[in-house]
C-alpha cells in the first residue's frame, strides 16, 4: 500500500492534446504535444490501437506531471497520461466538463 504521503506526492493535472502523430516503426505508440497551460511537453503513449490521432487533438486528458523524463523508442517522454484498462485496450481518463489547461487534480 502507498500511504498518504506518497500519493500527495504525484502531480496530476489536466493537459489539452495539441498534436497527435504515431511513432514510426510502433504497434502501439503516438507521440501527443501538450499544453499544461504554463508550458508545452511531449508524450509517448501506448494507444495508437484505441485511438486516431486526429481524434485526439483539442481533448483535455489527465497526467502525471512530475515523473522523470524517459525515451521510449528514442523519443524524450515528459509525463504519463492517465487511462483505465477493459479488454480492448486503453482508455484515456478527462474531465467530464472543459477546464484550463495545467488545472490541478486534487
Do not use: H
Not at 80 to 88: C, F, I, K, P, R
Request: hydrophobic content about 40%.
Amino acid at each position: 500500500m502507498a500511504s498518504y504521503e506518497d500519493f500527495q506526492k504525484i502531480e496530476l493535472k489536466v493537459a489539452k492534446v495539441l498534436e497527435a502523430e504515431e511513432v514510426a516503426g510502433a504497434q502501439k505508440l503516438l507521440k501527443l504535444r501538450i499544453d499544461l497551460g504554463t508550458e508545452k511537453r511531449q508524450i509517448v503513449a501506448g494507444i495508437k490501437n484505441m485511438y486516431d490521432p486526429k481524434d485526439l487533438i483539442g481533448r483535455e486528458i489527465v497526467i502525471v506531471a512530475n515523473l522523470d523524463t524517459r525515451t521510449v523508442m528514442g523519443i524524450e517522454s515528459q509525463g504519463m497520461l492517465l487511462a483505465a484498462s477493459d479488454n480492448g485496450g486503453p482508455v484515456l481518463l478527462r474531465p467530464d466538463k472543459d477546464v484550463p489547461p495545467g488545472s490541478v487534480i486534487k
